[in-house]
């Protein structure tokens, strides 16, 4: 399904807009303090655009006039045209000759076997039913209990909840197993409460997908309608005691989660759920401590999990899972879920199935196809100058902690050691021998093998995988993400910034830069992934990337208020009349982009007849963006501010740019320095 295709921002969101269907909408040309030139059809060959008053328009204009968002995408612009570069870049690679290696000839044969429709359309949906034949068997909450634990995990169709190793955040040497609450279809447990326009395009899509799989299966009109409503109606009872999303994404969500239990307590707190025995089912033996992420979600399922309640929990894991299935079974399904993708993300049209079936080989065997595409794109000497340039940059940031006013020399020395303590990681891994998948197999389709046993071969692998890994300490030298990924992250658990090979590309960064727009797109971001060690949410983990106390308690109250300060000016913003930011769960990254442009500022200082203008706009031609209404929405709930915003709020922050354009009060780009909100 699209949602594998490895780009940033991996949104499910909604089509294209022009600006004749804004007529029965808001006034999506009411944004204050300035228009939300990121939405498809705001900015026009008459709308105003000067640097003094809206910098992110008045550079990208012209290129926000001339972008069209891509057939099959929700979004357009610099990251897109990253996404996809790396997308032809790996269908390029499956469109040759199979390598001999064992690993990567496994990703060769996921492709073919993604690519044999004659197969798949011989199974049709006959896999799936044999899935769900045994639960539609099920007649009591006890049986149901024994067919959790008697079903092996990978032909399972859908989990009530989510159990497994998870790094354990006050110890991140080790790994605890952890109990997480099941997905619900539309997401956001707050939906259930309030249903917003978003949800109900969700709902509509996912629901009529799911009512096509049910009718393919045999069931008719009137029972697949009746299963959708079994799985809303327990979805809603389920969902006052899940996190919102906006809570999911708040600093201190980090802490609200670690709830630990003993093995006598959460065997009391699962009452007749079986937790414990799937868990030893797959392998894992009995262990001194649990964490059960949500008590609340997990006293509620408890509640909820009875007999009389059996018809709904039945009808919630098998919609679940058909909507799952739907795109690894037969053309006539594949289109199906291929349609409600879209209908959810607005793009329009499909992608070829060679580029949609190689990215997601690439995000199913990951390590396998990022050797394969080291090999074939990345260059050492490339490797070695973002190393080289993550060095500088955080030797840099010592003037960032050095000169913060309201440190103290105690919480200053905590922060520096920390600082020295971040390992930088460029491109790929040095060796690849921590991420073998020699145990893995299947049968390609020159051998008879199909599409649904290999999916399944793949996940038993993996579920084995993780049994094995949870006994031994965390591996902190591993990679968290495949450089085939179009992304750059700072990980808090082992203290670590990572620059992805696929991100290091063309608007991001390519050996003909200027110094100036070198440190204005791939500095700025190595700049805001350190940042990330030093946010509202970097800032509860030490330098061995526990969670624990490195502030003092007035140091800490005062980032506390700061964060507090930015929160409220984003709370300020309205992308248009009536629609709100949330500035709760964006205080992170505003923080991180904020100081990235400030080390680079440092950095330039430097730097002889250094070119401010031309840093400033590579800046802002890195978050230039076109999006789909729907993609708004979901950039609105996500914790990274939207392009234009990232530019803007950003740069109105510091007095070097300011100067560059003669920016004074009553400009639209001007900030008072007793309202700026850099954290550092």
Same mark, same amino acid.
């Given at each position: 399904?699209?949602?594998?295709?490895?780009?940033?921002?991996?949104?499910?969101?909604?089509?294209?807009?022009?600006?004749?269907?804004?007529?029965?909408?808001?006034?999506?040309?009411?944004?204050?303090?300035?228009?939300?030139?990121?939405?498809?059809?705001?900015?026009?060959?008459?709308?105003?655009?000067?640097?003094?008053?809206?910098?992110?328009?008045?550079?990208?204009?012209?290129?926000?006039?001339?972008?069209?968002?891509?057939?099959?995408?929700?979004?357009?612009?610099?990251?897109?045209?990253?996404?996809?570069?790396?997308?032809?870049?790996?269908?390029?690679?499956?469109?040759?000759?199979?390598?001999?290696?064992?690993?990567?000839?496994?990703?060769?044969?996921?492709?073919?076997?993604?690519?044999?429709?004659?197969?798949?359309?011989?199974?049709?949906?006959?896999?799936?039913?044999?899935?769900?034949?045994?639960?539609?068997?099920?007649?009591?909450?006890?049986?149901?209990?024994?067919?959790?634990?008697?079903?092996?995990?990978?032909?399972?169709?859908?989990?009530?909840?989510?159990?497994?190793?998870?790094?354990?955040?006050?110890?991140?040497?080790?790994?605890?197993?952890?109990?997480?609450?099941?997905?619900?279809?539309?997401?956001?447990?707050?939906?259930?409460?309030?249903?917003?326009?978003?949800?109900?395009?969700?709902?509509?899509?996912?629901?009529?997908?799911?009512?096509?799989?049910?009718?393919?299966?045999?069931?008719?009109?009137?029972?697949?309608?009746?299963?959708?409503?079994?799985?809303?109606?327990?979805?809603?009872?389920?969902?006052?005691?899940?996190?919102?999303?906006?809570?999911?994404?708040?600093?201190?969500?980090?802490?609200?989660?670690?709830?630990?239990?003993?093995?006598?307590?959460?065997?009391?707190?699962?009452?007749?759920?079986?937790?414990?025995?799937?868990?030893?089912?797959?392998?894992?033996?009995?262990?001194?401590?649990?964490?059960?992420?949500?008590?609340?979600?997990?006293?509620?399922?408890?509640?909820?999990?009875?007999?009389?309640?059996?018809?709904?929990?039945?009808?919630?894991?098998?919609?679940?899972?058909?909507?799952?299935?739907?795109?690894?079974?037969?053309?006539?399904?594949?289109?199906?879920?291929?349609?409600?993708?879209?209908?959810?993300?607005?793009?329009?049209?499909?992608?070829?199935?060679?580029?949609?079936?190689?990215?997601?080989?690439?995000?199913?065997?990951?390590?396998?196809?990022?050797?394969?595409?080291?090999?074939?794109?990345?260059?050492?000497?490339?490797?070695?100058?973002?190393?080289?340039?993550?060095?500088?940059?955080?030797?840099?940031?010592?003037?960032?902690?050095?000169?913060?006013?309201?440190?103290?020399?105690?919480?200053?020395?905590?922060?520096?050691?920390?600082?020295?303590?971040?390992?930088?990681?460029?491109?790929?891994?040095?060796?690849?021998?921590?991420?073998?998948?020699?145990?893995?197999?299947?049968?390609?389709?020159?051998?008879?093998?199909?599409?649904?046993?290999?999916?399944?071969?793949?996940?038993?692998?993996?579920?084995?995988?993780?049994?094995?890994?949870?006994?031994?300490?965390?591996?902190?030298?591993?990679?968290?993400?495949?450089?085939?990924?179009?992304?750059?992250?700072?990980?808090?658990?082992?203290?670590?910034?990572?620059?992805?090979?696929?991100?290091?590309?063309?608007?991001?960064?390519?050996?003909?830069?200027?110094?100036?727009?070198?440190?204005?797109?791939?500095?700025?971001?190595?700049?805001?992934?350190?940042?990330?060690?030093?946010?509202?949410? %970097?800032?509860?983990?030490?330098?061995? %990337?526990?969670?624990?106390?490195?502030?003092?308690?007035?140091?800490?109250?005062?980032?506390?208020?700061?964060?507090?300060?930015?929160?409220?000016?984003?709370?300020?913003?309205?992308?248009?009349?009536?629609?709100?930011?949330? %500035?709760?769960?964006?205080?992170?990254?505003?923080?991180?982009?904020?100081?990235?442009?400030?080390?680079?500022?440092?950095?330039?200082?430097?730097?002889?007849?250094?070119?401010?203008?031309?840093?400033?706009?590579?800046?802002?031609?890195?978050?230039?963006?076109?999006?789909?209404?729907?993609?708004?929405?979901?950039?609105?709930?996500?914790?990274?501010?939207?392009?234009?915003?990232?530019?803007?709020?950003?740069?109105?922050?510091?007095?070097?740019?300011?100067?560059?354009?003669?920016?004074?009060?009553?400009?639209?780009?001007?900030?008072?320095?007793?309202?700026?909100?850099?954290?550092?």
């Amino acid at each position: 399904m699209k949602k594998l295709l490895s780009i940033l921002l991996t949104l499910a969101l909604f089509a294209s807009l022009c600006a004749p269907a804004f007529a029965d909408g808001p006034d999506y040309l009411s944004g204050t303090p300035w228009i939300c030139s990121d939405l498809d059809g705001v900015v026009t060959e008459e709308t105003t655009a000067d640097v003094k008053d809206n910098f992110a328009l008045a550079v990208n204009k012209e290129k926000i006039l001339a972008l069209e968002i891509p057939e099959g995408y929700p979004f357009g612009g610099t990251l897109m045209d990253l996404s996809l570069k790396n997308a032809e870049d790996i269908k390029s690679m499956f469109l040759g000759d199979a390598p001999e290696e064992h690993d990567m000839r496994l990703a060769y044969d996921l492709f073919k076997l993604m690519m044999d429709w004659d197969s798949r359309n011989a199974l049709g949906v006959a896999p799936l039913k044999e899935a769900i034949t045994p639960l539609e068997a099920v007649s009591s909450i006890d049986e149901l209990s024994a067919y959790f634990v008697n079903t092996r995990d990978e032909d399972e169709l859908a989990p009530l909840f989510y159990t497994g190793p998870y790094p354990d955040s006050v110890d991140s040497t080790r790994y605890v197993l952890a109990v997480m609450d099941a997905d619900t279809l539309l997401g956001d447990s707050a939906e259930y409460e309030k249903l917003t326009d978003y949800g109900a395009i969700k709902k509509e899509a996912l629901t009529e997908l799911a009512g096509k799989m049910l009718n393919k299966l045999g069931y008719t009109e009137e029972e697949a309608q009746q299963k959708i409503d079994n799985c809303l109606a327990f979805e809603t009872m389920l969902a006052p005691a899940l996190y919102t999303s906006e809570e999911q994404q708040k600093p201190d969500f980090r802490e609200k989660i670690l709830n630990y239990y003993s093995l006598d307590e959460l065997k009391a707190a699962q009452g007749p759920v079986p937790i414990l025995e799937e868990l030893a089912a797959v392998g894992y033996p009995e262990a001194e401590q649990y964490m059960v992420m949500n008590p609340a979600g997990l006293a509620k399922l408890v509640e909820l999990y009875t007999d009389e309640n059996l018809p709904l929990i039945k009808d919630f894991i098998i919609v679940h899972g058909v909507i799952g299935a739907s795109g690894s079974l037969d053309r006539e399904c594949y289109e199906w879920s291929y349609a409600c993708d879209n209908a959810v993300s607005g793009a329009s049209g499909m992608i070829d199935d060679e580029t949609m079936f190689s990215a997601a080989v690439a995000e199913t065997l990951r390590w396998p196809v990022a050797q394969l595409y080291t090999r074939t794109y990345l260059k050492q000497e490339d490797k070695d100058r973002i190393l080289t340039l993550m060095e500088e940059i955080l030797d840099a940031y010592h003037g960032i902690i050095e000169e913060a006013d309201f440190l103290s020399d105690e919480t200053r020395e905590k922060a520096i050691e920390k600082l020295e303590c971040i390992e930088p990681r460029s491109l790929y891994p040095d060796s690849w021998e921590k991420y073998s998948c020699e145990e893995l197999n299947f049968k390609g389709p020159e051998d008879g093998g199909t599409l649904w046993e290999a999916n399944r071969s793949i996940s038993a692998y993996n579920i084995a995988k993780s049994v094995k890994e949870y006994a031994e300490p965390v591996d902190k030298e591993k990679w968290n993400m495949p450089p085939t990924t179009v992304n750059c992250f700072y990980d808090w658990s082992n203290n670590t910034i990572t620059i992805l090979g696929a991100f290091a590309q063309g608007g991001a960064y390519n050996s003909d830069m200027s110094d100036e727009e070198l440190l204005g797109t791939l500095g700025a971001v190595i700049g805001h992934e350190i940042s990330h060690g030093f946010d509202s949410t %970097g800032a509860q983990y030490d330098k061995d %990337g526990n969670l624990a106390v490195w502030w003092t308690e007035e140091d800490y109250a005062e980032f506390l208020r700061r964060n507090q300060k930015m929160e409220d000016y984003y709370n300020a913003i309205h992308p248009w009349e009536g629609q709100n930011l949330y %500035g709760s769960i964006v205080t992170g990254e505003a923080c991180a982009d904020m100081a990235g442009i400030k080390v680079a500022l440092r950095i330039a200082a430097e730097k002889e007849n250094f070119d401010y203008d031309a840093f400033f706009r590579a800046y802002a031609g890195l978050w230039l963006d076109k999006d789909t209404l729907q993609m708004i929405y979901r950039r609105i709930n996500d914790v990274h501010p939207m392009g234009y915003l990232r530019v803007n709020c950003t740069l109105q922050q510091f007095d070097e740019f300011l100067n560059c354009y003669g920016i004074t009060e009553g400009d639209g780009m001007y900030l008072a320095p007793e309202d700026r909100v850099n954290i550092w």
